[in-house]
């Protein structure tokens, strides 16, 4: 009997340890598909070189798996497959002297191979007619207040067969007919669409799917933009709009609408958008007024009221802001990205020194939560508090958004060399 206890004991004691690494199992397993590591924080890295043909390259910009490589040339966005060294696509402009159409700005997403661009035409019917048809004027018929006979009198009794004469009005002018009116409508000159540029896996031959998303139909003609931000986890999209001396703030959600955000005579130098929240972080300035600013739905938050702060961007929980004197970043601050900021936030001190800091230089948040500024010079990368100064060797530098990789560029002949290799503080 002990012997036969001992046996179910044992096999029950094995088989509650494999339930148990089978649940453990398949609960990692969930976990990865509800809450997938973020793959901006393990960043791909290649080393390669590539050689494009033609030399006047501009916008250059790398896919999240550093495969593919967008920029433009003449007006015309092209993608180039590194490893197969082809260009597997183009998007020319529709005019060949309107610089203000064509391909707008394209960014690619930063946790996938897809880009996202949007393109200007001319509108083909701008102004259209329409027909109006008046409608007919209801002619009321006056009431008449019956006379009442004297009750001394018997009514007279009606004969049935008697007939009634109508009395017909003499000299009512006929009615005149009613003509329908052409009205002109104006709509915009110009249509501006969003699409999708979805691109295979590098080492295979499939043809990317270009995808038409939506008309931007608030798009102001001729508007130039200048700021693009994407915050994937929310799916909402940000965009600041020049035209003329109006400067427009757009926001557009999952559900293709668009929104205006921007006040009266409000300038946006940059912004950076929440990875987690999809909170929106501007450098406004109406009037001599100059802070950092967060969006959060309709409300309007203040953060800094320094006017010498800027916003740098937002990285895993993070929000990094610069204080710039003269040109020269002299301090980077933090605080904390929540789900509801609130009003002038602690910030704390992370680094303090002197970096160039003009309209040559660009910026970006690392993965690993580095400040990286360049030129095409030098790379100024402040990690932990501590910055190093890396040379660069192309002709033109660029760095990717996650600030893993360095892209270099070397004119030779009709040709671009581009080599790519991580970027190493």
Excluded: C
């Amino acid at each position: 009997m002990k012997k036969k206890l001992r046996i179910i004991f044992v096999w029950t004691l094995v088989s509650l340890t494999l339930q148990y690494g089978a649940y453990s199992y398949l609960n990692n397993q969930v976990q990865k598909v509800m809450a997938p590591v973020n793959a901006s924080e393990t960043p791909i890295t290649v080393q390669l070189k590539a050689t494009i043909s033609g030399v006047a390259l501009t916008n250059i910009q790398i896919s999240y798996a550093k495969d593919y490589l967008a920029y433009t040339e003449n007006g015309t966005l092209k993608v180039f497959n590194l490893k197969k060294e082809k260009v597997v696509f183009e998007k020319k402009s529709p005019s060949v002297n309107d610089k203000t159409l064509g391909v707008l700005t394209y960014q690619w997403l930063p946790d996938r191979d897809t880009l996202i661009y949007f393109y200007a035409k001319k509108n083909p019917n701008p102004v259209t007619t329409v027909t109006i048809y008046p409608s007919k004027p209801t002619v009321q018929t006056p009431v008449q207040t019956p006379v009442q006979t004297p009750t001394s009198v018997d009514p007279k009794t009606e004969d049935p067969n008697q007939k009634i004469e109508k009395e017909v009005p003499k000299n009512v002018p006929k009615e005149a007919p009613i003509e329908p009116r052409v009205e002109k409508r104006y709509g915009n000159p110009q249509i501006t669409e969003l699409y999708s540029l979805e691109l295979p896996n590098s080492d295979e031959d499939t043809e990317p799917d270009d995808r038409f998303n939506q008309t931007i139909e608030k798009f102001p003609a001729d508007g130039k933009i200048e700021e693009l931000v994407v915050s994937t986890s929310t799916n909402l999209m940000y965009l600041t709009v020049k035209s003329g001396s109006t400067e427009l703030l757009m926001e557009i959600d999952v559900m293709k609408n668009v929104r205006t955000l921007s006040k009266s005579g409000e300038s946006i130098d940059n912004m950076a958008a929440s990875d987690r929240y999809g909170t929106l972080l501007i450098d406004s300035k109406v009037g001599s007024t100059q802070q950092v600013v967060a969006l959060d739905g309709g409300k309007r938050i203040i953060i800094s009221k320094n006017t010498n702060d800027r916003i740098l961007g937002i990285r895993a929980g993070s929000v990094y802001i610069g204080e710039v004197k003269n040109n020269k970043l002299v301090k980077i601050k933090t605080t904390e990205d929540l789900s509801n900021l609130t009003s002038n936030p602690s910030l704390k001190t992370k680094w303090e020194g002197s970096i160039p800091f003009d309209d040559n230089e660009r910026m970006i948040i690392g993965a690993q939560g580095q400040v990286v500024v360049y030129d095409h010079q030098t790379a100024y990368i402040v990690t932990n508090g501590n910055l190093t100064e890396v040379k660069l060797h192309g002709d033109e530098n660029y760095v990717s958004v996650d600030g893993a990789e360095l892209i270099q560029l070397t004119k030779q002949g009709t040709s671009t060399l581009v080599e790519l290799q991580p970027l190493k503080s």
